[in-house]
């Protein structure tokens, strides 16, 4: 990843972005996007995903309505549905909504599908939800955070949960772990333009230039976010270790099979990869 000038409209860049690597993603037979596992019917989470959905719906999915937001191919859309919630799926890439319908075809589920940005939801999806289910790499796209989070607070009905699982701060700043090089600030909101070669989940894809904008959103900065858009705050968590590496290639697998973060070396405390936040309307 290299730093590039920030383009005129992020939104824009971020589009074709998510429009490329959604058509790689689709195309995956391996890796974290291969279909395999979901086609033979498999609808586990992980389990940090598994236990903030049972602290945040304790008696199940079964008959909720959940909103997938920024779903990309709705991994977690068809396996919620699966468990008998009514999905929707919402994502700005009509790619990736292209591959969420075509995957849920092929396991035989049935899911809504909206094309919008998640800052802008159409009239009809507000206050519907009993669940707003957003993973791992959503927020960083998004230059107002408040936006972000009032949207979401509005598709809840009152007494709905957010579940946000998301990657931590810490562990959006380095562009490398070994050696140690820091590219991205923590917090502050603050859009940093890379041009990257491949995506998180196929390295070896070809996006053209790969142009791409995040923005660096601080743990206090979502509290806040989630407190000044009227919601609840039932549960911050902080995850030391992960099952699979979500940023692609940063991180070292342990012997216990656990995947973690010691920037002062081997033996020394690890640092946080995800955290999840869990928030009532
Ligand atoms: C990293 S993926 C989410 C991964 C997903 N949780 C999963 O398990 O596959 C991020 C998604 O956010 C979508 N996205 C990015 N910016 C958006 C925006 N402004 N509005 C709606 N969707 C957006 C992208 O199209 C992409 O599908």
């Not at 730093?3 to 939104?11: E, H, M, V, W």
């Not at 977690?76 to 009509?94: E, H, N, P, Q």
């Not at 936006?147 to 809840?156: F, G, Q, S, T």
Request: net charge negative; hydrophobic share 45%; aromatic share 6%.
């Amino acid at each position: 990843m290299s730093a590039r000038p920030l383009p005129d409209d992020p939104t824009a860049t971020n589009l074709a972005w998510w429009q490329a690597a959604a058509r790689a993603h689709r195309a995956a037979t391996a890796g974290y996007y291969d279909p395999a596992p979901l086609l033979a019917g498999h609808d586990r989470l992980t389990a940090h995903e598994e236990a903030a959905l049972a602290r945040a719906l304790p008696g199940g999915v079964q008959g909720r309505a959940v909103l997938h937001l920024q779903c990309h191919l709705a991994l977690d859309g068809i396996k919620l549905a699966r468990r008998g919630a009514a999905v929707t799926g919402l994502d700005f890439s009509s790619e990736a909504l292209a591959g969420a319908a075509d995957l849920a075809a092929r396991c035989g589920v049935r899911l809504e599908l909206v094309q919008a940005d998640a800052t802008a939801l159409p009239p009809a999806l507000r206050g519907r939800f009993d669940l707003v289910w957003a993973t791992v790499g959503v927020i960083t796209w998004h230059r107002d955070l408040g936006a972000w989070m009032r949207a979401a607070a509005a598709a809840l009905r009152p007494g709905g949960r957010l579940v946000l699982h998301e990657l931590h701060p810490l562990f959006t700043m380095p562009a490398s772990t070994a050696p140690l090089v820091i590219d991205f600030p923590y917090l502050g909101g603050s859009g940093h333009a890379f041009a990257e070669a491949g995506t998180y989940a196929a390295p070896e894809a070809e996006l053209g230039e790969g142009l791409n904008v995040s923005f660096a959103h601080g743990l206090g900065e979502v509290v806040t976010a989630a407190v000044e858009a009227g919601l609840g705050v039932l549960r911050l968590e902080e995850h030391l270790e992960v099952d699979f590496d979500p940023r692609g290639d940063l991180l070292t697998r342990e012997a216990d099979g656990a995947y973690r973060w010691r920037p002062g070396g081997p033996g020394s405390p690890p640092v946080p990869l995800l955290f999840t936040l869990v928030a009532a309307r």
